[in-house]
């Protein structure tokens, strides 16, 4: 029988955001919880995230900036016994990252910021014109809590 493993070594949950190709960004307001998939970029224990300068998921952010990410790869559906509903299952490896938004406003770094996406998304280095890196709103999630669980996978 499978079990799920709890993951505490920091480098298994790296890894896991590493390979991740979208976060799903939880966010709360009083009307309650709101969750988005977004591109992400990762580095030294932050995670950073870029949007239009408008929209519901900054509306939120602006009145609470506490959010949970949650990166999750390697999802394969499997059973033990394929005539018993039951015996279904998915396998996964997931990491939850709990952090607060940070706006960051500071030209250079989104422009830094920015080239770590395109790093990760394309895997190269690209430039930007001033209007697309002024047009952009950077957000930077410095990770307070991280937790992982894998099941069904090594």
Known sequence: MLKPRLLTKLSEMEAIISEATVCYVGMADETGPYVLPMNFAFESGRVFL???????????????SAVCINFNIDNELFYRHKEVGCSWGMKFKSVNAHGKVRFIVDYQEKYRIMKLFMLKYAGQDYEFSEPSIRNVVVMQVDIEKLTGKVYGNR
């Open 50 to 64: 870029h949007a239009a300068p408008e929209g519901h998921k900054l509306d939120i952010i602006r009145k609470n």
